[in-house]
Structures are given as C-alpha cells and as structure tokens.
C-alpha cells in the first residue's frame, strides 16, 4: 500500500508559478514510478507528467511541455510538478498517482492516487 497525499496547490495570476508536492508513505517509495493527473468537471481524468521508477526518464503531455517539470526526492519520499508560465487553461484539480512498474499516460493504470488539490489560474 502507497498513501499519497499532495499540496501546493491555490489561485495564481496567468503567468505565474506554483509548485505541487505529493508525499508518499507506505511501501518503499523508490519502487514506484510517479505521475500528475488534472480534472475539471464534466471531463476525464487527464495527463499531466510522469516520471519512471529511477527518476532518469520523465514523460509530458504536449499541451505542458516546456512550462512545466516533474522530479523526485527519494530521501523524502516526495514528487513534486514545478509550474511555470501558468495558463487559465490550466486551471484544474491535480492528482497525484503511482504505478508499481512502469510511467505510462494513462490512468487506468496508476494503482494508487492523492486526493488532489485544487490549482486556479486567473487571467
């Protein structure tokens, strides 16, 4: 079992940064790759960023790449999604997911996720 539990959220003006952290205890932590997911209402669950299991490959959806980073500190068991250049277009709730094995973009395959928090971009 991973618990995850993410924060970092909040309003920002467009164009502005936040950083989103999600802590993980519970099993080794390391053992798993790391993901950030966002929902608005009425749509899906959608792909934010991903990192693998060893933290040397991360993964971006085209619509944050270059805005936005993902990392890992395997000391405190936390990821967190670095947010640049914010858009309201961004504005969402942001989850947290991990996979036992592998970083991929879809959903359906993270085992484990936070609760969210809620980002807002104002324009």
């Known amino acids: 079992q991973v618990q995850l539990v993410e924060s970092g959220g909040g309003l920002v003006q467009a164009g502005g940064s936040l950083t989103l952290s999600c802590a993980a205890s519970g099993r080794t932590y390391s053992s798993y790759a790391m993901a950030w997911f966002r929902q608005t209402p009425g749509k899906e669950r959608e792909f934010v960023a991903a990192i693998s299991r060893s933290g040397s490959n991360t993964y971006y959806a085209d619509s944050v790449k270059g805005r936005f980073t993902i990392s890992s500190d395997n000391a405190k068991n936390t990821v967190y999604l670095q947010m640049n250049s914010l858009k309201p277009e961004d504005t969402a709730v942001y989850y947290c997911?991990?996979?036992?094995?592998?970083?991929?973009?879809?959903?359906?395959?993270?085992?484990?996720w936070g609760q969210g928090t809620q980002v807002t971009v104002s324009s």
């Open positions: 997911a991990a996979d036992r094995y592998f970083a991929t973009v879809a959903a359906i395959d993270y085992d484990y």
